[in-house]
């Protein structure tokens, strides 16, 4: 496949003339149609991809719903999908198709997870970008991405990426989980950058700064429950931990992998509740992983001064900006996050795909009761977006092929 880059990063390029495959098209607000597609073929830098199975994330919901759309024309302006439809889907695993002739260390068959964002390294730019050079890749000067930049996403049979692209899975994962490998590795990057941050109060490790002994989780959904196995299992953070959380299903997937007190904002006022289970002080560390824009207006009375607040959930649509005077005042770490950054492997694979999937693959983090719903087709992927997703006990669902 011949490929060009233009100015905003994204790749164009030649299909098979004969050949096409079916896909999940959005083509209007709430409207996904499934649709012959010309199928991709590969460069020699690329491998192609059969899609086995495709996580449904709330960015895919907040697209579908019209409520953002990442697809931008070179004034920074949102491409209509009846001018330009999209195809979603950025969790994603498959077994290799077909490699490039210039691939040597995958070949047909291998199973894989997918790295859907083009970067510096993915792009054989013979100089990185600053922040390629310092391991931030998904704010790569040329960044686009599949599924959410307007780039052709996992919704379809096949997928052409470049081969660093492909994370080769070694051991006998099941597929469907290993497509949560890229939400995980979105969290590990969150972590991370907690980590490194400067806050007054530090989660681990031998520092001058105060440790952190109570931490807030706002949302139970699969963001919010991988945090809470990170934390436990892998961070080894000992403290309180609480979970806010108006579903009775989460609420208790978060006491199974750890939360010491689930707070049920519907039956109890969140405020008083973290008060008491920290003795009026507030936590000292919170993650905001609903994208509930209620939230945000609550969490003065939910933090101490000078703690570290993690913004990880997206949408918070219907809030006055002015509720964050009261959340400035107090001095947070304000901290945001977003992809799975974090440098890149010696053969030029990123690293923290690499991390999560180890992490699903040992088991240490439990994706298995996340995934509450399994759809086994593309035209079942309509009334996902636009119905089961908002119903109660849905955490997470998974397109299989």
């Known amino acids: 496949m011949s490929t060009s880059i233009d100015t905003w990063g994204r790749t164009s390029a030649t299909t098979r003339p004969d050949a096409t495959m079916r896909a999940g098209v959005l083509c209007g607000i709430k409207l996904m149609e499934v649709r012959d597609v010309p199928c991709p073929n590969v460069s020699a830098h690329e491998v192609l991809v059969r899609v086995s199975t495709v996580g449904l994330c709330g960015t895919d919901a907040h697209i579908f719903a019209g409520d953002a759309n990442y697809n931008i024309d070179k004034f920074g302006q949102p491409i209509p999908f009846d001018v330009q439809p999209q195809v979603l889907g950025h969790e994603i695993s498959g077994s290799v198709a077909e490699v490039g002739a210039e691939v040597s260390d995958l070949q047909a068959g291998d199973r894989v997870v997918i790295d859907q964002g083009l970067n510096c390294m993915s792009l054989r730019r013979p100089t990185l970008c600053d922040y390629c050079r310092t391991g931030d890749s998904h ?102 931990l609480l979970a806010s959380e108006p579903d009775q299903d989460k609420r208790e997937l978060a006491r199974h992998f750890g939360a010491d007190q689930i707070i049920d904002p519907g039956q109890y006022d969140a405020v008083e509740a973290v008060q008491e289970y920290t003795n009026g002080k507030g936590v000292d560390y919170l993650i905001e992983a609903s994208g509930a824009g209620e939230v945000l207006a609550f969490i003065p009375g939910l933090i101490r001064k000078q703690a570290t607040v993690l913004l990880y959930g997206h949408g918070h649509a219907g809030v006055d900006l002015s509720v964050m005077n009261n959340v400035m005042f107090r001095e947070p770490s304000l901290i945001t996050a977003v992809g799975a950054s974090g440098g890149f492997e010696a053969d030029g694979r990123p690293s923290v795909y690499l991390r999560a999937l180890n992490l699903i693959e040992r088991q240490q983090i439990d994706v298995i009761p996340l995934i509450t719903h399994h759809y086994t087709s593309l035209d079942s992927v309509q009334d996902a977006l636009a119905k089961d997703i908002h119903t109660p006990g849905y955490i997470k669902g998974v397109v299989t092929f």
């Not at 686009?144 to 379809?156: D, M, S, V």
């Open 139 to 240: 704010q790569c000067e040329f960044y686009a991405e599949h599924g959410i930049t307007g780039l052709p996403g996992g919704l379809a049979e096949y997928i052409a990426v470049p081969a660093v692209n492909a994370v080769p899975i070694r051991g006998g994962i099941d597929m469907a989980h290993a497509a949560l490998v890229e939400p995980l590795g979105c969290v590990i990057h969150a972590a991370d950058a907690v980590e490194q941050a400067h806050s007054r109060y530090r989660l681990n490790g031998a520092s001058a700064n105060p440790r952190v002994r109570s931490v807030l989780v706002c949302g139970a959904g699969p963001a919010g429950l991988m945090f809470i196995q990170y934390l436990r299992r892998v961070l080894g953070y000992d403290g309180v």
